[in-house]
């Protein structure tokens, strides 16, 4: 194995460790960024546009009139067509937020509701979950907790027969939960989570999928990591429960594997993984192993062509990958040895050529991985050069300056593993491609690739003539005066000149 230099001269402006620092410093700020951004949002199931229902109609909107008399009709009708066009119309007419309003502000209606979802008549059953399930889709919180006297139904149903009638309801305590911490509050003692691990085992991919968005609604709550996921009880909270074991089966790749379904419980995983909570505990039952080899498949996938909205989930594995390698509980269980292959990096390299052409906006994500795994590990360094990876990744400075500051860093993971690592870079495109970017405007981008150059005049002192001769001070001098770059700047010309 190649080893780091020991010894480094005094008169450097900016040592290695020195850099390190700062940079870890600034990847902590970068995750915790990253932590926070969430996907909250709401479904709606809905068979007919709004100009199909009523028979061709536009929904109107119901005042609380008619709201009440479509609720009578539906509650005493003599005939069950009669009852069943009743909600119906009352479901087309709450597709309008003031229908909402006029109906939560009726008295009665409500209960009224719930009565017609506990009807043993199917059909008026499904119609009245329908109803509820528009109300759902509210932006308002108000709205969701008038719903809260039919939420201990909604969980009672998702042990039954029909996966539909269970798919209507997932979907719809989900956009509830989103809305409301009151009606979390209400689901918890209620037994949402076992409800959900008990549905988990479901045949049906549409009960999963609608699952896998309940789920992720909840994990997101801001009060998930505190009350929802930890593992302090068997049964109540997530990690104590079956799901994790559940998620991680339906993310194991194979010919059962559904695309669907693996995106959802993959933003599970995510969520539950950025809480911090007890990662320790999914790596332990195996996380690392499941997500490096779906990366594989996902990267074969790629290969064959097979890529209809495959970068829906190459986004969340490729987050739950960074943030799982951060771990401290990777090198204590020794799980991570099954990623410390070439495998890994190649497939990578191959997502990240394909987000390039799909979806450039995700570029960075697999690079975050990529800067994970080369930041601590010689091996995985040693991977990316074995494979002459260099160029390919200098190539992707000029899509955007995120992704140009995790290119440059991902290089000075490399560059400070010692001078072997650096003669890999030096002679080559590096020099040039550091003077592109030293003209750009943006901070960041020029100060990593001041401490690249840094590493490399340190281990490669010979790098420091060519870039002299290639007008580097002069590249340097226009950020003379900027003030977050200036000792930099002032500490990489001093190198550059003593070399």
Same mark, same amino acid.
């Given at each position: 194995m190649w080893n780091r230099r020991q010894g480094r001269p005094r008169t450097l402006g900016c040592g290695v460790e020195e850099l390190r620092r700062r940079r870890r410093e600034r990847e902590a700020a970068l995750r915790k960024a990253r932590r926070e951004q969430q996907l909250v949002s709401k479904r709606l199931l809905r068979d007919d546009t709004p100009e199909e229902a009523e028979g061709g109609r536009v929904a109107m909107i119901?005042?609380?009139?008619? %709201? =009440?008399? &479509?609720?009578? $009709?539906?509650?005493?009708?003599?005939?069950?067509?009669?009852?069943?066009?009743? /909600?119906?119309? /009352?479901?087309?007419?709450? =597709?309008?937020?003031?229908?909402?309003?006029?109906?939560?502000? @009726?008295?009665?209606?409500?209960?009224?509701?719930?009565?017609?979802?506990?009807?043993?008549?199917?059909?008026?059953?499904?119609e009245a979950a329908r109803c509820l399930h528009e109300l759902s889709h509210s932006e308002q919180s108000a709205v969701a907790e008038a719903c809260l006297p039919a939420t201990s139904y909604l969980l009672t149903?998702?042990?039954?027969?029909?996966?539909?009638? %269970?798919?209507?309801?997932?979907?719809?305590?989900?956009?509830?939960?989103?809305?409301?911490?009151?009606?979390?509050? =209400?689901?918890?003692?209620?037994?949402?989570?076992?409800?959900?691990?008990?549905?988990?085992?479901?045949?049906?991919?549409?009960?999963?999928?609608?699952?896998?968005?309940?789920?992720?609604?909840?994990?997101?709550?801001?009060e998930a990591p505190e009350k929802i996921i930890p593992s302090t009880s068997a049964s109540s909270s997530v990690l104590g429960s079956s799901l994790p074991q559940y998620m991680l089966g339906l993310l194991q790749p194979g010919p059962k594997l559904n695309p669907g379904v693996a995106v959802e419980f993959a933003w599970c995983l995510h969520y539950i993984i950025c809480s911090q909570v007890n990662n320790a505990l999914l %790596?332990?039952?195996?996380?690392?192993?499941?997500?490096?080899?779906?990366?594989l498949d996902l990267a074969r996938a790629v290969q064959r062509s097979e890529d209809a909205g495959l970068e829906l989930l190459v986004c969340p594995v490729l987050r739950c990958l960074s943030n799982l390698l951060t771990e401290a509980a990777v090198e204590a269980v020794g799980e991570q040895m099954q990623l410390r292959d070439e495998r890994v990096v190649a497939s990578l390299f191959i997502l990240l050529q394909f987000l390039l052409q799909k979806q450039p906006s995700l570029l960075h994500e697999g690079?975050? &991985?990529?800067?994970?795994?080369?930041?601590?590990?010689?091996? &995985?360094?040693?991977?990316? /050069? $074995?494979?002459? /990876?260099?160029?390919?990744?200098?190539?992707l400075l000029p899509v955007s300056n995120v992704v140009s500051v995790l290119v440059l860093t991902v290089l000075c993971n490399v560059a400070e593993k010692g001078?072997?690592?650096?003669?890999?870079?030096?002679?080559?495109?590096?020099?040039?491609?550091?003077l592109d970017t030293l003209a750009s405007s943006d901070t960041e981008v020029v100060?990593?690739?001041?401490?690249? @150059?840094?590493?490399?005049? @340190?281990?490669?002192?010979?790098?420091?003539?060519? &870039?002299? =001769?290639?007008?580097?001070?002069?590249?340097?001098?226009?950020?003379?005066?900027?003030?977050?770059?200036q000792d930099r700047v002032r500490a990489l010309q001093r190198t550059a000149l003593m070399r």
């Amino acid at each position: 194995m190649w080893n780091r230099r020991q010894g480094r001269p005094r008169t450097l402006g900016c040592g290695v460790e020195e850099l390190r620092r700062r940079r870890r410093e600034r990847e902590a700020a970068l995750r915790k960024a990253r932590r926070e951004q969430q996907l909250v949002s709401k479904r709606l199931l809905r068979d007919d546009t709004p100009e199909e229902a009523e028979g061709g109609r536009v929904a109107m909107i119901l005042g609380e009139v008619e %709201i =009440q008399q &479509f609720l009578c $009709s539906a509650q005493r009708g003599t005939e069950e067509k009669e009852r069943e066009g009743a /909600l119906i119309s /009352l479901r087309g007419g709450l =597709q309008h937020p003031e229908t909402q309003q006029n109906f939560i502000r @009726l008295e009665g209606s409500m209960r009224t509701l719930v009565g017609l979802l506990t009807s043993n008549q199917a059909l008026l059953q499904l119609e009245a979950a329908r109803c509820l399930h528009e109300l759902s889709h509210s932006e308002q919180s108000a709205v969701a907790e008038a719903c809260l006297p039919a939420t201990s139904y909604l969980l009672t149903y998702l042990s039954g027969h029909s996966s539909d009638f %269970i798919e209507l309801c997932l979907y719809t305590l989900g956009n509830l939960i989103v809305e409301s911490e009151a009606v979390r509050r =209400q689901l918890l003692p209620q037994g949402i989570v076992p409800a959900l691990a008990a549905c988990i085992q479901s045949p049906h991919s549409t009960v999963l999928e609608a699952l896998g968005y309940t789920l992720s609604q909840l994990l997101q709550a801001k009060e998930a990591p505190e009350k929802i996921i930890p593992s302090t009880s068997a049964s109540s909270s997530v990690l104590g429960s079956s799901l994790p074991q559940y998620m991680l089966g339906l993310l194991q790749p194979g010919p059962k594997l559904n695309p669907g379904v693996a995106v959802e419980f993959a933003w599970c995983l995510h969520y539950i993984i950025c809480s911090q909570v007890n990662n320790a505990l999914l %790596i332990t039952r195996g996380a690392l192993s499941t997500l490096g080899l779906l990366l594989l498949d996902l990267a074969r996938a790629v290969q064959r062509s097979e890529d209809a909205g495959l970068e829906l989930l190459v986004c969340p594995v490729l987050r739950c990958l960074s943030n799982l390698l951060t771990e401290a509980a990777v090198e204590a269980v020794g799980e991570q040895m099954q990623l410390r292959d070439e495998r890994v990096v190649a497939s990578l390299f191959i997502l990240l050529q394909f987000l390039l052409q799909k979806q450039p906006s995700l570029l960075h994500e697999g690079l975050w &991985f990529l800067n994970n795994l080369t930041a601590n590990s010689p091996s &995985f360094c040693t991977s990316v /050069l $074995s494979l002459d /990876l260099i160029v390919p990744l200098l190539q992707l400075l000029p899509v955007s300056n995120v992704v140009s500051v995790l290119v440059l860093t991902v290089l000075c993971n490399v560059a400070e593993k010692g001078p072997a690592y650096c003669s890999h870079l030096w002679p080559g495109p590096l020099l040039s491609s550091l003077l592109d970017t030293l003209a750009s405007s943006d901070t960041e981008v020029v100060g990593q690739s001041l401490e690249l @150059l840094q590493l490399l005049f @340190l281990y490669r002192p010979e790098a420091a003539q060519d &870039f002299l =001769q290639q007008s580097g001070l002069l590249a340097l001098e226009r950020h003379e005066k900027e003030t977050q770059l200036q000792d930099r700047v002032r500490a990489l010309q001093r190198t550059a000149l003593m070399r």
